[in-house]
């Protein structure tokens, strides 16, 4: 079955700070979306993007579907940031979402 | 419009007792997925209904655990009896079918603990 991996797994920013998150995959994909784990557990669909870019706010991210990768990118960062960022992606036709491992971020102010 | 919402929350309970999850999808998709993280680990996949028939179960762990989706709309998933190692946070999580946005959103998630 299709792999996906994440990184990094752990990252600590300051407050204001820009980062850049990875998701490889293995095959190809009609659906990548990522997720921002909050807090209290709560999965946030953040974007739904299967190729090309998107813009939300602070929030980027780029999908290169050809070369198998998809890329977030969060701005000026906030404590608010904080929690577990998941990249998934569903294979042709069979539905189920294969999630990363995630990546871990933390925001200290 | 309301989005995907499960109840409980949370549940707290002692091993070998039995468990009902209950989803109810965002109204007109079709399609309704069970995923859990347990112990901190990855989002696993559980199953797939589409409409009310199983389209995939391929990622229920073991027979204790029974989905059911009647009528097509709500799901539940009941786990008897439970284990310790079924603790960790069950979602839900709905999608349209068949109209090239294949786009899940997920409920807030059930969070199981099992003593």
């Known amino acids: 079955g299709i792999q996906v991996e994440q990184s990094p797994p752990d990252l600590i920013l300051q407050e204001g700070a820009n980062s850049t998150l990875r998701c490889n995959f293995s095959d190809s994909v009609n659906n990548l979306q990522w997720f921002h784990q909050n807090p209290w557990g709560q999965l946030i669909n953040l974007f739904y993007?299967?190729?090309?870019?998107k813009q939300n706010g602070r929030l980027s991210a780029t999908t290169v579907a050809t070369e198998r990768y998809s890329l977030l990118y969060i701005s000026s960062s906030q404590t608010t940031d904080s929690g577990v960022y998941f990249c998934?992606?569903?294979?042709w036709g069979r539905g189920k979402l294969i999630f990363g491992q995630g990546t871990e971020l933390s925001v200290k102010p | 419009e309301a989005g995907v919402t499960q109840f409980p929350s949370h549940s707290v309970i002692e091993k070998g007792q039995t468990v009902t999850l209950r989803c109810d999808p965002i109204s007109g998709h079709d399609n309704l997925y069970w995923y859990r993280r347990v112990m901190g680990k990855e989002i696993k996949f559980l199953l797939h209904f589409v409409k009310e028939s199983k389209q995939d179960e391929s990622g229920m762990p073991n027979n204790r655990f029974l989905a059911e989706r009647t009528g097509g709309t709500y799901s539940t998933l009941k786990v008897q009896p439970a284990e310790l190692e079924d603790s960790g946070v069950y979602f839900c999580?709905?999608?349209?079918?068949?109209?090239?946005?294949?786009?899940?959103?997920f409920g807030p998630g059930t969070r199981l603990t099992v003593t």
């Open positions: 993007i299967p190729s090309g870019t």
């Open positions: 999580a709905s999608s349209h079918l068949n109209l090239g946005n294949y786009e899940q959103y």
């Open positions: 998934a992606v569903e294979e």
